[in-house]
């Protein structure tokens, strides 16, 4: 539906133009279903299609004509928090940091802080405790300000777990804070985020019995709220307490849930974490095949986890970057600026004279390129023109002289063949006359028409024409022709189609066809001329059942220097009335194509504007 949206908007009957809501074209609606989709497909597990769905969201904002920033900005946080959870932290980093700074440019700083607590979880995931500190520190004082009591809950744990060792003490109070704070809000889930905290902080004093009661109480608590990712992470811990405690046995049936769990959310970073625990304890166990076989599992989740972060690592130099330091090289750029100031002038001059003398040297070779391109292109229509004039010479010469020599002496005779009363010389005469009159009326209406089309002095009046009167009348011109030939000349046509075109080009065009037609078609053969309505035109096939075309000669049939192949029964030709039809159809907007097998047959088409 969105998709449509973006393409077809509806007109809001009542406003008579497309709603504002639509204005962007259905982008936003489009995108934000995606990114949705995408929430889905990542609850049921399925990752690839997961990231597809996001890549898709994003791409459509990056490529939106319209301001959509924060929708940008959005979607890119969306990368950024579900690039860890395939253990892809190098993405991850990039997406949220990109985000980051789309809010903050919008002046969204509430969205912008919540980019920075993810950031700072990709920090803590890679080990960089202090740049996680620094995150979660200015969300922290932001929430605080704003009184968001929820959000500060929520980082303030973030907060507490980034401390290290030597500020136990700061975690401890901060977490007690916020425990206070939570548990009067009855909110389970930061409730059970606080103990996962105080679990770690007893661990990190080897108070082991404590730490275990406290992880129970998060998988307690992650099971009411269908949490896996919470419970596998809780399990974990409670893995690594017996580890401690030497009971290796309880470590790896607790790591086996967590894995269990993992896998069936398909968490790569929980994954890695189980395999690494499995492999432990059954080692302590002295069962070294299995913790051989779970060490692989964790290795080859590790190695592409680790990789990632080198690179992630290497980006986040931009991150640790020190304002004041980054200010201080400004200030030496800008002097080092100042002090080639000078020097940069009398270059720029220099440049300048050089970019000058540059310019007017390419204009010139502009312009004796331009003049050389003229120059050639004039040799090829002079060749062309001179090849032109042969080929007229050369028909006038011979296609036109031939046919009237042919007819020089037929009067005398006739008149002896009366005399004699030789009747069947005389059919043969009449047949000889009738013939050769008939190809010098098309030879010098076609050097007539194309004489014309060379000098653009071919009028071209395009009007209604009535298919079935011009092509009942092309027609019988060549019956008698057909009929000598024992050819079968059919015709298909509605009484009541028309076309808008010139009809004594159109009429052209058809006699050539035909007579091209008839002139390469043996005897018994069939020649069709179809007439196939469309939408708004009307398409002419004249099919027959000749010689056909060799695929050699049929890029040559428009060129004028080529020659006339002679019929099936030795008819002449001049070569002109392909390219005539041609150029005629040029004149309409249209063009001849071509449909030719050896020994089958060729097809010719052409279209008209319908009416």
């Known amino acids: 539906i969105f998709r449509k949206v973006a393409t077809q908007p509806d007109i809001n009957h009542r406003l008579g133009r497309v709603s504002a809501m639509y204005m962007d074209g259905g982008i936003f609606n489009l995108g934000q279903t ?87 979880d990709v920090f803590v995931k890679i080990e960089e405790k202090k740049q996680a500190t620094k995150a979660y520190a200015q969300a922290l004082n932001y929430f605080k300000s704003n009184q968001d009591t929820i959000r500060y809950l929520k980082v303030a744990i973030k907060q507490a777990s980034a401390y290290s060792e030597e500020s136990l003490g700061k975690s401890k109070k901060l977490l007690q804070e916020a425990f206070k704070m939570a548990n009067a809000m009855k909110d389970q889930s930061l409730v059970a985020a606080i103990y996962r905290e105080e679990a770690r902080n007893l661990m990190k004093e080897e108070d082991y019995v404590t730490a275990r ?50 896998q069936t959310i398909k968490r790569s970073d929980l994954i890695s974490q189980a395999n690494a625990s499995l492999s432990e304890s059954y080692e302590a166990q002295g069962d070294f095949q299995k913790a051989l076989l779970f060490y692989r599992a964790y290795e080859g989740y590790q190695d592409s986890i680790l990789n990632e972060q080198t690179q992630s690592i290497i980006r986040e130099e931009q991150v640790r970057q020190n304002v004041k330091a980054y200010q201080a090289e400004q200030e030496i750029a800008e002097l080092r600026a100042q002090a080639l100031s000078s020097r940069n002038q009398q270059y720029l001059l220099l440049a300048g ?156 065009v058809l006699r050539n066809l035909l007579s091209n037609a008839l002139k390469f078609t043996d005897q018994n053969g069939t020649i069709e001329l179809k007439v196939i309505e469309h939408e708004s035109e009307v398409e002419f096939q004249v099919k027959d059942t000749g010689v056909g075309i060799p695929s050699e000669e049929l890029a040559h049939l428009y060129k004028l220097d080529k020659k006339s192949r002679r019929g099936t029964q030795g008819e002449k030709g001049t070569g002109l009335g392909l390219m005539l039809c041609q150029e005629l159809l040029g004149l309409h907007g249209q063009e001849l194509s071509i449909e030719s097998q050896v020994g089958v047959g060729s097809t010719f088409k052409f279209l008209m504007t319908k009416i």
């Open 353 to 508: 004279a050089l970019f000058l003398i540059l310019l007017i040297g390419g204009y010139l070779f502009i312009q004796l390129r331009q003049t050389k391109a003229a120059l050639q292109t004039q040799n090829t229509q002079l060749q062309e023109l001179n090849t032109t004039k042969d080929r007229f010479f050369g028909i006038i010469a011979h296609d036109i002289r031939s046919p009237i020599i042919a007819l020089d002496g037929v009067g005398k005779q006739m008149n002896f063949y009366l005399k004699k009363g030789k009747t069947e010389k005389l059919e043969r005469l009449s047949s000889l006359i009738d013939e050769t009159a008939g190809r010098l009326n098309t030879l010098l209406d076609n050097l007539l028409n194309w004489a014309l089309l060379q000098t653009n002095q071919l009028p071209y009046q395009p009007e209604k024409i009535n298919l079935v009167d011009t092509i009942d009348r092309t027609i019988k011109l060549f019956e008698p022709l057909a009929e000598v030939k024992q050819i079968d000349l059919k015709t298909q046509v509605n009484t009541a189609t028309s076309i808008f075109a010139d009809e004594s080009a159109f009429s052209t």
């Open 213 to 262: 009661i406290k992880l129970e109480q998060v998988v307690d608590i992650a099971v009411s709220l269908n949490d896996q990712a919470l419970e596998a992470e809780a399990l974990l811990g409670i893995a690594d307490i017996y580890q401690k405690q030497e009971n290796f046995v309880a470590a790896s049936q607790t790591a086996e849930k967590s894995l269990n769990i993992a």
């Open 34 to 120: 995606l990114v949705y989709l995408a929430g889905t497909y990542e609850k049921m597990g399925r990752l690839k299609e997961t990231e597809e769905n996001l890549l898709k969201a994003y791409e459509l904002f990056d490529n939106a004509q319209q301001d959509i920033g924060d929708h940008l900005a959005w979607t890119a946080g969306k990368l950024g928090a579900f690039y860890p959870k395939i253990g892809d932290y190098q993405k991850a980093i990039r997406y949220l940091q990109e985000s980051g700074r789309n809010f903050e440019d919008l002046g969204l700083l509430r969205d912008q802080m919540d980019t920075q607590i993810l950031l700072g």
